[in-house]
């Protein structure tokens, strides 16, 4: 049964999409070739990310950069600010399952990509791999820094697991909220590049985020998150959405050649004069 339940998530929803969404995608519309990739563009974003990512990674896991003792007298619902506080819910596992469930469901609509022609897979691939590990290296940078009890510690019944785990006090940000809208961006920003003139721009913007939207929801009425929690998520996962796939418009790269900066040498009577123009 668990098996069945793992193949429809991971096969059947995607396919399903596909063949069934890809008619939408792919007519009346004009496919544009609006990114590129540069090896040393891509190295560097690459290796950056992974190095956040996995920097975070490394001191959450080995370092322990963090310290997770718990004390109840130290977190008091009171402290929390009144417009998270009024949000702040007990935990629901039904809920919480939900809420992963769409975050998953919106990191797949890239998937709507592979209509466009095989040239284009791995220009694709590689800018929203940039873009997650950019996105996730941040909030785990930030959920390793902030000290933040999730709102359901605030209320009986809270998981026992969760606290020894020591995941109780990463509340800032919610990791679900970034990841689920720089999926959204993400897909949104490149539909509206690749297919500048489809009918179907405000659909496949409405529909990514609001996806990402629910998972928001979902993770505040599952008391895992505050409101705060969610916008930040939001706002970053947002940010990387668009601007890591912003760095491979043919614009971007037309404007970065024409303002590339140059270096001047030249010797002086006192020593060496450098001039750089940025």
Request: proline share 5%.
């Amino acid at each position: 049964m668990k098996s069945n339940k793992l193949f429809s998530k991971k096969i059947l929803l995607p396919l399903f999409f596909l063949l069934f969404c890809r008619p939408a995608f792919s007519l009346s519309v004009s496919y544009e070739q609006a990114f590129s990739l540069h090896p040393l563009n891509e190295g560097l974003e690459l290796s950056f990310g992974t190095l956040l990512s996995g920097s975070a990674l490394v001191c959450d896991k080995f370092v322990h950069l963090k310290k997770n003792n718990y004390n109840a007298a130290d977190w008091s619902i009171n402290d929390v600010p009144d417009l998270d506080a009024l949000f702040a819910r007990p935990y629901s596992k039904p809920l919480h399952i939900v809420g992963t469930g769409t975050a998953a469901l919106v990191l797949l609509s890239p998937a709507m990509f592979a209509v466009l022609p095989q040239s284009e897979w791995l220009t694709v691939g590689t800018m929203y791999t940039e873009t997650l590990l950019l996105a996730n290296g941040i909030k785990e940078w930030l959920k390793l820094l902030v000290y933040r009890a999730r709102p359901y510690m605030y209320f009986d019944g809270y998981p026992q697991d969760k606290l020894t785990e020591g995941d109780w006090n990463c509340s800032f940000p919610s990791g679900h909220s970034t990841l689920a809208f720089a999926g959204a961006a993400f897909t949104t920003m490149l539909y509206c590049q690749y297919f500048p003139d489809s009918k179907y721009k405000y659909a496949v913007a409405g529909a990514s985020f609001g996806v990402a939207a629910l998972t928001g929801i979902l993770r505040m009425a599952s008391g895992n998150h505050f409101f705060t929690d969610v916008l930040a998520g939001a706002v970053i996962g947002t940010a990387c959405g668009i601007a890591v796939p912003y760095m491979h418009t043919k614009g971007f790269y037309e404007n970065h050649s024409k303002n590339k900066g140059s270096v001047n040498a030249s010797v002086m009577p006192y020593g060496i004069n450098l001039s750089f123009n940025l």
